[in-house]
């Protein structure tokens, strides 16, 4: 059952992606974004010795939601900027640059949070620390590698879904 739900989970998120974006093209560039927080969230888990067990899957599933919220806040601006005439890679850049700050912070603010969990002892400490490494590794790896690669994969993709390529200037939304 867990791959059956996690290919519903990422079909949930695809959908409520299309539906913030307007778009059937750019929500792919933000699920491109989902083996890199999954990546994370497996090594760390595995990393600590812990087990491929409920609380791991219910961090999994946490994971997968809270990797693509680093690129709704960057992609969001991007489309702004886009929308005030801006070229596609200097409104991508523009954007990634601005919103640096913003994603580190809530992605680092929730990491901490977290880490509680993560580092639990006690009774019930396993499934806390199940869901804390989990989401801790996962929010680790998404956080600081999606910052490089959700530019360059949402320039890719706007660009195929636009049937074009990428360009500097502002000749980008006019056509």
């Not at 929308?83 to 990634?96: C, D, K, Q, Y």
């Not at 580190?104 to 993560?118: E, I, R």
Request: include cysteine; glycine fraction near 12%; charged fraction near 10%.
């Amino acid at each position: 059952q867990a791959p059956l739900l996690s290919a519903f989970s990422v079909f949930v998120i695809f959908l409520c992606l299309a539906a913030l974006y307007e778009s059937w093209s750019v929500p792919i560039a933000n699920l491109l974004m989902l083996p890199l927080g999954v990546f994370g969230a497996t090594i760390a888990t595995w990393g600590r010795g812990l087990f491929n067990d409920v609380y791991f899957q219910i961090g999994f599933l946490t994971t997968m939601g809270l990797s693509t919220k680093n690129a709704i806040l960057i992609i969001q601006f991007i489309k702004e900027r886009l929308a005030h005439g801006e070229g596609l890679v200097e409104a991508t850049l523009g954007a990634a640059r601005v919103r640096l700050r913003p994603v580190m912070m809530t992605s680092l603010a929730f990491f901490f949070g977290v880490l509680p969990l993560a580092i639990a002892a006690g009774a019930g400490s396993g499934a806390m620390n199940g869901i804390g490494t989990a989401v801790c590794g996962g929010m680790i790896s998404a956080t600081f590698i999606d910052l490089f690669y959700i530019p360059l994969f949402f320039v890719l993709v706007y660009s195929v879904g636009r049937g074009r390529r990428p360009r500097q200037g502002s000749q980008e939304v006019n056509q």
